[in-house]
Structure formats: C-alpha cells, structure tokens
Nanobody, 124 residues
Framework: EVQLVESGGGLVQAGGSLRLSCAAS????????IGWFRQAPGKEREGISC????????YYADSVKGRFTISSDNAENTVYLQMNSLKPEDTAVYYC?????????????????WGQGTQVTVSS
C-alpha cells in the first residue's frame, strides 16, 4: 500500500521556521519525484517545491524561492521541506505527493499519490 505521511506542521510566528517531513512507503522511492504542495482556504492547490529522483534537481515556486529548501534522505525514504522566514501568507495545509515522472514538475495534475496534509499556520 502506497503511503505518504506528512508531519512537522504547527503554529509559528512570522519570521520563524518549521521543517516538514514526508515519509514514504509502499513504492520504490528512488523512481519517483516527490513534491510539496499547499492549499490555503478558498485557493487552488499550489506546487511549491519538488525534488527529482533522476538527478536530485530541485525546483521552487517563486513564492518560496530563497526561503524554503527541499531535501531527501533516500535511505529513510523521507523528503524534508525546511521553511524559513515564514510569512502569514504561507498559512495553508501542506501536502507531499509522488510523481512517477522522475524529471520533476510542480504541476499537481501529474502526481499519482498524495499524503493527508499537515496544517501550517503563521501568525503576524
């Protein structure tokens, strides 16, 4: 059974940091791109970062570039999202997802498996 389990969300003040984790199981981790997405109330789900399994290239949305860092521990089948300099507009439910296409994309429609999400709330 494919599972993606996010953790690490919570409440933080503006300017603070959080590190999200995405633990994957039930599929060959190295064969998938893992992406992070977020969805704020009333908004579409937005791709914010991904790491490709083909060459470990990383991609970021402009909204998080320079503040968020994605990394992968293939031995632990876990992908992390380090979030620094958080802003109130970063408040959302954060999801990780897996895409069979190893090249890397922030297009949510390409992703095959999704986690249940973790809430991140940034207070001003």
């Amino acid at each position: 059974e494919v599972q993606l389990v996010e953790s690490g969300g919570g409440l933080v003040q503006a300017g603070g940091s959080l590190r999200l984790s995405c633990a994957a199981s039930g599929f060959t981790f190295d064969d998938y791109t893992i992406g992070w997405f977020r969805q704020a109330p009333g908004k579409e789900r937005e791709g914010i970062s991904c790491i490709s399994s083909s060459d470990s290239s990383t991609y970021y949305a402009d909204s998080v570039k320079g503040r968020f860092t994605i990394s992968s521990d293939n031995a632990e089948n876990t992908v992390y999202l380090q979030m620094n300099s958080l802003k109130p507009e970063d408040t959302a439910v954060y999801y990780c997802a897996a895409d069979r296409d190893r090249s890397g994309s922030l297009n949510r429609f390409k992703y095959d498996y999704w986690g249940q999400g973790t809430q991140v709330t940034v207070s001003s």
